[in-house]
């Protein structure tokens, strides 16, 4: 498919500003999603919404293959209204706050994808999925039922590094809720009948395997909070909520093994009863080479003068849920920089690149 023209990239930095000032965080996704709806629906595709907020469009391709291509419509809460402005060549907020790059930046890449396609047509068939909730646990990706996705492979676009590294490899990641109870007590007339909950979880906090395990693992405790407010009692109660992810799932499960021991010992140790409840949140994945979501990643990303680099995260993405669903999915960067941080960008050379290398992975989604 043909280059993007200078209009077609001026809407695009168009449409990236206009989604960038609906604030959309997770939860109130509602006015952004009506603005991407309104959009592919002027183009004159037929858009579904489900019960959770997520939009599904579809493109009909040349050829009997069919690619999923996914962004999240929300974004961290913002701080400060949203207002773009370029500074040396790059879109930034003037305000104190999130520019919301991550992930609208892929959003209003998709969109103009559509308006491509839905005019001169596609080499393949493209499902394009807009999700909510995806900053807070991968909500919307969960809820949507993929049942109704023929797609052989996909993509999702929201790794805020260079353009060029694919995300081959994502963790397992597990969070454990820990709830301790004790026995409360006078802490000045009779401490001795007591047994304190923060003691015992402390105790167990200190014994957790914490931060970074390996070059693959990583084990969190984000939590912590216990007691009453007053110093003159014993306190019973205290909760903790941690993490474990690893690219390797039997390390997350040994890691995890190691958090559970530690919650135990510290509940023995301070004489308290603790329950402990652990949850799979993600399941991780890891691509081959081989794979034709990689091959045509790839074979996009050199048409366009990028070496591509596979890369292992820590962190976990929608691709996570596909995959998890049987239909394997590959993270691939959008060249945003900072995201959840005041200091968001993302050059208007990035962002109109990542189009052009969109349009790309088609052409080549169709033969790899």
Same mark, same amino acid.
Request: with cysteine; hydrophobic share 40%.
């Given at each position: 498919?043909?280059?993007?023209?200078?209009?077609?990239?001026?809407?695009?930095?168009?449409?990236?500003?206009?989604? $960038?000032?609906?604030?959309?965080?997770?939860?109130?996704?509602?006015? $952004?999603?009506? *603005?991407?709806?309104?959009?592919?629906?002027?183009?004159? +595709?037929?858009?579904?919404?489900?019960?959770?907020?997520?939009?599904?469009?579809?493109?009909?391709?040349?050829?009997?293959?069919?690619?999923?291509? $996914?962004?999240?419509?929300?974004?961290?809460?913002?701080?400060?209204?949203?207002?773009?402005?370029?500074?040396?060549?790059?879109?930034?907020?003037?305000?104190?706050?999130?520019?919301?790059?991550?992930?609208?930046?892929?959003?209003?890449?998709?969109?103009?994808?559509?308006?491509? =396609?839905?005019?001169?047509?596609?080499?393949?068939?493209?499902?394009?999925?807009?999700?909510?909730?995806?900053?807070?646990?991968?909500?919307?990706?969960?809820?949507?039922?993929?049942?109704? +996705?023929?797609?052989?492979?996909?993509?999702?676009?929201?790794?805020?590094?260079?353009?060029?590294?694919?995300?081959?490899?994502?963790?397992?990641?597990?969070?454990?809720?820990?709830?301790?109870?004790?026995?409360?007590?006078?802490?000045?007339?009779? !401490?001795?009948?007591?047994?304190?909950?923060?003691?015992?979880?402390? *105790?167990?906090?200190?014994?957790?395997?914490?931060?970074?395990?390996?070059?693959?693992?990583?084990?969190? +405790?984000?939590?912590? *909070?216990?007691?009453?407010?007053?110093?003159?009692?014993? !306190?019973?109660?205290?909760?903790?909520?941690?993490?474990?992810?690893?690219?390797?799932?039997?390390?997350?499960?040994?890691?995890?093994?190691?958090?559970?021991?530690?919650?135990?010992?510290?509940?023995?140790?301070?004489? $308290?009863?603790?329950?402990?409840?652990?949850?799979?949140?993600?399941?991780?994945?890891?691509?081959?080479?081989?794979?034709?979501?990689?091959?045509?990643?790839?074979?996009?990303?050199?048409?366009?003068?990028?070496? !591509?680099?596979?890369?292992?995260?820590?962190?976990?993405?929608?691709?996570?849920?596909?995959?998890?669903?049987?239909?394997? =999915?590959?993270?691939?960067?959008?060249?945003?920089? *900072?995201?959840?941080?005041?200091?968001?960008?993302?050059?208007?050379?990035? +962002?109109?690149?990542?189009?052009?290398?969109?349009?790309?992975?088609?052409?080549?989604?169709?033969?790899?």
């Amino acid at each position: 498919m043909r280059p993007a023209s200078e209009a077609e990239k001026a809407r695009l930095n168009e449409t990236f500003v206009d989604l $960038c000032r609906i604030l959309s965080p997770s939860g109130e996704e509602a006015a $952004c999603a009506e *603005h991407v709806e309104r959009a592919l629906r002027g183009m004159g +595709l037929q858009v579904e919404r489900d019960a959770a907020g997520n939009l599904l469009a579809r493109l009909r391709g040349r050829g009997e293959r069919t690619v999923l291509l $996914c962004a999240h419509l929300d974004t961290v809460p913002a701080r400060a209204p949203v207002e773009p402005v370029l500074e040396d060549g790059a879109w930034e907020n003037a305000n104190d706050g999130i520019l919301g790059a991550d992930n609208k930046a892929a959003v209003a890449m998709l969109v103009e994808l559509a308006r491509r =396609c839905s005019v001169e047509g596609s080499p393949v068939g493209v499902e394009l999925l807009f999700t909510v909730q995806e900053e807070i646990g991968l909500l919307g990706a969960q809820a949507f039922d993929k049942t109704q +996705l023929e797609a052989d492979f996909g993509y999702v676009f929201d790794h805020a590094t260079a353009i060029g590294e694919i995300v081959t490899a994502s963790p397992t990641l597990y969070r454990i809720e820990a709830e301790f109870l004790g026995k409360s007590a006078h802490a000045g007339i009779r !401490p001795e009948s007591g047994h304190s909950a923060i003691l015992a979880a402390a *105790h167990a906090a200190a014994r957790m395997p914490h931060g970074r395990i390996d070059a693959e693992t990583t084990a969190n +405790l984000g939590y912590f *909070h216990g007691g009453v407010e007053s110093t003159n009692v014993v !306190p019973e109660r205290a909760r903790l909520l941690a993490e474990v992810r690893s690219v390797d799932p039997d390390k997350a499960e040994e890691v995890l093994a190691g958090i559970i021991d530690a919650l135990h010992d510290g509940a023995s140790h301070g004489d $308290c009863d603790v329950d402990v409840i652990t949850s799979k949140q993600v399941i991780g994945y890891r691509q081959k080479p081989s794979a034709p979501a990689v091959v045509a990643a790839e074979a996009a990303l050199r048409a366009h003068g990028y070496e !591509p680099k596979r890369i292992a995260t820590g962190g976990a993405s929608d691709a996570n849920v596909f995959e998890a669903a049987g239909i394997p =999915c590959v993270n691939v960067a959008n060249g945003t920089e *900072h995201n959840h941080e005041p200091t968001e960008r993302v050059t208007q050379y990035a +962002l109109e690149a990542m189009l052009d290398i969109g349009l790309t992975l088609l052409e080549e989604a169709a033969t790899a």
